[in-house]
């Protein structure tokens, strides 16, 4: 008699077992890496923005967009300053205004510049600003965020 080589079935279901195991493992860690790869992408565009803000501000006498300053939103008014150009000046092609970890796909701009001004730590409701803003007049550069990431903000 001539006997059949293959797998048994318990042979079969030791190998899936520890497939199951490996992976159950493994998940999480290449969950870990892609977050931190949206990560890095995310402040990699912020850098981008900042830097587009810096030129921006400097060609116009150190005045910078804040909250919905005039009849262009501000990244609107970045956009001749980014390293990556508008097709057919539509912000919506601009990559650096999209997060890739930002929940809401169809949101065109994940980012949000600061359009508030606080009298002072205690101040809860504050007042908002919709004009352009000489750098000058905010008094705790150091301690004042001006380009963040978008929290919950509906598409634009």
Known sequence: MQRIRGFTLIELLVVIAIIALLMG???PV?????????DAVCRSNLRQI?????LYADAWDLYL???AAGNKAWYMLFMGYLSQKPVGNDYRTVKIYRCP???NKEQTVCYVVNGWN????TDSVGSEIT???RLSTCTRPSQTLYLVDNEDGGPS
């Open 65 to 67: 967009p804040r909250g």
């Open 30 to 38: 290449l969950h870990k890496a892609r977050a931190q790869g949206y």
């Open 50 to 54: 900042g830097f587009g803000a810096y």
């Open 101 to 103: 970890a930002y929940p």
């Open 131 to 133: 004009a352009h803003t």
């Open 118 to 121: 606080f009298r002072d730590r």
């Open 25 to 27: 493992i493994l998940m």
